[in-house]
């Protein structure tokens, strides 16, 4: 069973730019794992963002994006806002099965 | 649209089983899966159930000692956790895949206790 794995924790200054990733002891994360990238407030269940790789919802602001960077799946945040402190984790599909990150918890100071 | 609705919270004693429900409105063609998050703590996917043939794949880490099972006629899922531990105590969620988007269902606490 692989293991994906996600920094901890980040900072980033509002209005900054900020990349979180998401790696898999297996190997490269690809296109075929559909990465999923969601955002998780407290409290609350986790809201996606993206999905397989790079795919926004109507509901996720533009400053957010998805893509494939040095064998792990990436989200870039540019331009921080104070909303966007919140905990982000990546899902990675095996087959049929899911493995999901640690989390990421995001500051933005 | 697609709706999730779980069963409510549960108190077990150690070495006990718990089953969790998970009733679906709505279409949905995608597998059922199953998912816990202790507080603070990484999401956990524990297993899945088909909606076409309701095979099952569980993860290596509750292989064994959960079942997921279904009642198609009442569209309702049900995850099973037998051998209960103090480790179990945490939120378990239904969740369903559809359009790109995770629909969650509102989560179920298990407390595992003596």
């Known amino acids: 069973q692989a293991v994906v794995t996600q920094e901890p924790s980040l900072t980033v200054s509002p209005g900054g730019t900020v990349t979180l990733t998401c790696g898999s002891s297996?190997?490269?994360?690809?296109?075929?794992?559909?990465p999923y990238w969601f955002q998780q407030k407290s409290g609350q269940a986790p809201r996606t963002l993206i999905y397989?790789?790079?795919n926004r919802h109507p509901w996720t602001p533009a400053r957010f994006s998805g893509s494939l960077l040095g064998g792990k799946a990436a989200l870039t945040l540019s331009g921080a806002q104070p909303e966007d402190e919140a905990v982000y984790h990546c899902?990675?599909?095996?087959?049929?099965?899911?493995?999901f990150g640690g989390g990421t918890k995001l500051t933005v100071l | 649209q697609v709706q999730l609705v779980q069963s409510g919270a549960e108190v077990k004693k150690p070495g006990a089983s718990v089953k969790v429900s998970c009733k679906v409105s709505?279409?949905?063609?995608?597998?059922l899966h199953w998912v816990r998050q202790a507080p603070g703590q990484r999401l956990e996917w524990i297993g899945k159930?088909?909606?076409?043939?309701?095979?099952?794949l569980y993860s290596q880490t509750f292989q064994g000692r959960v079942a997921i099972t279904r009642d198609t006629s009442a569209n309702i899922a049900y995850m099973e956790l037998s051998s209960l531990r103090s480790e179990d105590t945490t939120l378990y969620y239904c969740?369903?895949?559809?359009?790109?988007?995770?629909?969650w269902g509102q989560g179920t606490p298990l407390t595992v206790s003596t």
């Open positions: 969740t369903t895949q559809m359009g790109g988007n995770l629909y």
């Open positions: 709505g279409y949905t063609r995608n597998g």
């Open positions: 159930i088909n909606s076409g043939d309701g095979k099952t």
């Open positions: 297996s190997g490269a994360v690809t296109s075929g794992h559909w």
């Open positions: 397989d790789v790079s």
């Open positions: 899902l990675v599909s095996y087959g049929d099965a899911w493995v």
